[in-house]
């Protein structure tokens, strides 16, 4: 499957389109992680689980944003956009989207 | 007393650890930033130049969390008191929005061009008896290669 976020495949043909597919996670972070990241707080520096937690909470958004293109029988997706929110204290929420293509 | 012993100590640390982390952070940032300088790299929708014929395109990304330490946050409320520039957080977000989009390069070194890059900035300690410490920033792009 192709992922783009500009809104065409470079070198390829759109030749139908499906609408708007979308996937979205809400992570919250364990105790463990959130203790490191108090002590992060006062030294300053990267959070590196909250890194990680984000960077798998986004391939999972992208998996089932893929899943639903694949079941309109998709097999491309143009213009795909991010967008973090913070739901609750201690959760955030990841939101992608995209267009669902056939492209040739 | 001891209350404002801990408070101190805790200024004391965040200060000195937050600028050894910046300093080598920055001196990390340089470097590898001169590394990945000729790769080329827009924010707009159509590739320069024409490129044929293309091989693979692919959606890449890269993200960071990044904390202030304890010293420039208590400077902070105090900026907010007064108003004016707030340093320590300007430098914050410009340190992870550098190495955002470094680790999105990082991630495909063989790429003939990257366009359409966008950034994305959100904090998520946002809540939390209402201290904002960390920002997290998103860069994504499409990678093309001939």
């Avoid at chain 1, 979205?24 to 959130?34: L, M």
């Avoid at chain 2, 902070?76 to 955002?100: H, K, P, Q, W």
């Amino acid at each position: 499957m192709f992922l783009t976020n500009i809104e065409e495949v470079p070198g390829k043909k759109i030749t139908a389109c499906y609408g708007v597919v979308s996937g979205s996670t809400v992570r919250a972070k364990h105790v463990g992680r959130d203790i490191m990241a108090g002590l992060k707080n006062i030294f300053g520096g990267e959070l590196e689980g909250y890194t990680e937690l984000l960077t798998e909470a986004r391939e999972q958004a992208i998996l089932r944003m893929q899943n639903q293109a694949e079941q309109l029988g998709a097999n491309a997706i143009v213009n795909v956009r991010f967008s973090t929110s913070s739901v609750t204290a201690g959760a955030s929420e990841i939101y992608i989207y995209g267009t669902a293509v056939t492209v040739e | 007393m001891w209350d404002l012993y801990f408070l101190i100590s805790l200024i004391i640390t965040g200060y000195i650890f937050g600028q050894i982390h910046e300093r080598r952070h920055y001196a990390s940032l340089k470097r590898r930033e001169e590394k990945t300088i000729a790769m080329v790299m827009t924010s707009s929708k159509r590739p320069l130049g024409e490129l044929d014929p293309v091989t693979e395109v692919r959606l890449v990304q890269g993200g960071v969390v990044i904390s202030v330490d304890y010293f420039k946050r208590i400077v902070t409320s105090l900026r907010n008191f007064f108003g004016g520039n707030i340093r320590g957080y300007e430098t914050l977000v410009d340190r992870a929005r550098r190495e955002a989009i470094l680790r999105l390069k990082e991630s495909c070194p063989d790429a003939t061009q990257i366009v359409n890059l966008r950034l994305e900035t959100s904090s998520i300690y946002k809540g939390k008896g209402n201290q904002i410490g960390s920002v997290e920033v998103l860069a994504y792009a499409t990678a093309i290669y001939t």
